[in-house]
């Protein structure tokens, strides 16, 4: 084993952490990512900063949380001036390159105020998050009667399609994410009862595979250092998958979901405004979940095998060896737990997702195979990799801490004893349900091993949740007075994190410590009243100077 020379950042897309064998999952078995565990370290609470995808990743990307970064929600831009991945890693030696998704919208204001322009090497950096582009999939090209989504949606892959014969003008949606009826209709993947139909693709010309291949061309064509964000939109929706993946599950593979009659009563109103949308009451059906449960499991079988096709080239390259790879997600998916669907809640299951870091060095020998359960944070991970790269993390910029000292054995916890998620929904209907100013439509989550608080803005009461003796999240301790003092404590702590500096990143604390001395040798004299009162050599530049008489001003 070699010293970790590249870093490979897979990330997924809506992929929960108990979806996978290694994570406990009963029917759906993932040997591949499985072995990468049995190889490495598995997470089991490794929390993200946001539900949501955009601000979720712009965390990642960042190192820091919503609430520094601003990226508060899709299609917010990640404003200019905000150092990401890429440049701390490009400052240590090491290459920062995308394959894939990261659903970043650039501050087109910001660079026009500062005269970037796109096709430049920096502005290009800057509108995409801080990565060179090798290929750039968010995968989404939904459209609709005011235009498409994402105009740049699948664009590649949907020129890659096209060349194979696929003919449409949205091949992404009519053939990818979509089935076929005998009669030659397409049977739209965004309708859930078509999510037991199988894409109308070939398995290999699918998102996962395509994504899988176009992350090994970037690796076989490009040398060290770099880091290299391999990152899938699957198996994020629309649910739907070719074959053989579409047949593998069916109902009786489909866990029940995590939920109780008793969350609908005396709901907390924003967890019940979250319920009576319509991705919640659709997958509070037995029938959505049947139908959408399987599919999804498919998406995560295919990835599972994909991943098995990666690791294997990775080792006949030889780049097993001197490559570490670390394999998350950006979110969960509710699935119907707790009445919800999608991830726009702060239970675990939208909000606790896989880790999973293999380290080739020597120095994590001790620690492969074993599984830890320190408060984690996606935060972690940019500084981790910056620390790989041989640098020192930047942690008056960097908000996480560097997984290197887990993964080295040298210790087995982080140095935090809660971890952070935001959601603003100020954008969405739930803000007009509620009747929320933009202001109030916010939510904080705070949780440590023992307890969850949620805090909504706006004049509501906190959602809590004792995660020890209630482990699923069902019962809402927030207005319990006997749980005065643990929610009072958890106040403090959010208060705490909330007094954090996080936007003086022009200056570190060493500079700052460097730059106090007791007395000024730069010339400034506060408060000293006459010479006595200063060190002599002080004020050298002050005394026995002469001056001509100019209170009338100048002689013509």
């Not at 009667?145 to 699948?154: C, E, I, L, R, S």
């Not at 109902?251 to 009576?276: C, L, W, Y």
Request: contains cysteine; charged residues 25%; proline residues 6%.
């Amino acid at each position: 084993m070699a010293k970790a020379k590249n870093v490979l950042f897979i990330m997924f897309d809506q992929l929960r952490w108990d979806y996978l064998s290694c994570y406990g999952h009963k029917h759906l078995h993932t040997p591949n990512i499985d072995r990468l565990a049995s190889m490495g370290v598995r997470f089991t609470r490794a929390y993200i900063q946001s539900p949501i995808c955009g601000s979720s990743r712009m965390s990642t990307y960042t190192g820091r949380y919503v609430n520094s970064h601003g990226a508060t929600w899709n299609n917010v831009p990640l404003k200019v001036g905000e150092i990401t991945m890429g440049d701390h890693l490009r400052d240590n030696g090491m290459s920062c390159w995308l394959v894939g998704k990261t659903h970043m919208k650039a501050d087109a204001e910001g660079m026009r105020r500062l005269g970037l322009e796109p096709d430049s090497i920096i502005g290009a950096r800057v509108a995409e998050c801080g990565f060179d582009v090798f290929e750039r999939d968010d995968g989404m090209l939904p459209e609709g009667p005011d235009g498409a989504y994402d105009p740049n949606g699948a664009k590649e892959y949907n020129k890659y399609l096209k060349a194979k014969g696929y003919d449409s003008d949205n091949p992404w949606h009519d053939y990818a994410n979509s089935g076929l009826d005998d009669n030659g209709n397409v049977l739209s993947g965004w309708f859930l009862k078509n999510s037991t139909e199988a894409a109308n693709i070939a398995e290999p010309d699918s998102e996962t595979p395509y994504l899988t291949s176009r992350g090994m061309e970037f690796m076989e064509g490009h040398d060290g250092p770099w880091c290299c964000h391999l990152s899938y939109i699957k198996p994020h929706w629309p649910y739907i998958v070719p074959e053989p993946y579409a047949s593998m599950y069916g109902p009786e593979h489909v866990q029940a979901p995590i939920r109780d009659e008793s969350e609908r009563e005396n709901t907390h109103p924003v967890f019940k405004a979250f319920m009576g949308a319509r991705v919640g009451e659709a997958f509070s059906r037995d029938d959505v979940r049947n139908a959408v449960i399987p599919a999804y499991m498919g998406l995560i079988k295919q990835v599972d095998d994909q991943m098995g096709r990666l690791f294997t080239w990775l080792e006949d390259t030889g780049r097993i060896q001197d490559t570490m790879i670390v394999l998350t997600s950006d979110h969960g998916d509710f699935l119907g737990d707790h009445w919800l669907g999608e991830k726009t809640f702060f239970h675990d299951s939208s909000t606790k997702v896989p880790l999973i870091i293999y380290d080739p060095s020597p120095e994590a020998d001790a620690t492969r195979g074993t599984v830890c359960d320190a408060l984690v944070e996606s935060i972690d991970l940019a500084p981790t990799f910056v620390d790989v790269a041989g640098g020192e993390p930047a942690y008056h910029i960097l908000e996480g801490e560097s997984l290197l000292p887990i993964l080295h054995g040298e210790t087995t916890d982080t140095q935090r004893d809660y971890v952070i998620c935001e959601y603003d929904y100020s954008g969405s209907p739930i803000a007009t349900k509620l009747k929320s100013s933009v202001q109030d439509a916010t939510m904080f989550m705070i949780a440590n091993k023992h307890w969850k608080l949620i805090h909504c803005e706006g004049g509501y009461r906190p959602i809590l949740f004792d995660l020890e003796n209630d482990p699923q999240e069902l019962v809402d301790l927030g207005d319990s007075a006997d749980h005065k003092a643990v929610i009072d404590d958890m106040y403090d702590k959010l208060f705490a994190w909330t007094r954090r500096q996080s936007q003086r990143f022009g200056i570190s604390p060493e500079q700052l410590i460097k730059g106090r001395p007791k007395t000024s040798r730069l010339g400034v004299v506060i408060g000293a009243y006459e010479e006595s009162d200063m060190d002599p050599d002080l004020i050298t530049k002050y005394q026995g100077r002469k001056a001509s008489d100019m209170k009338a001003g100048p002689k013509g």
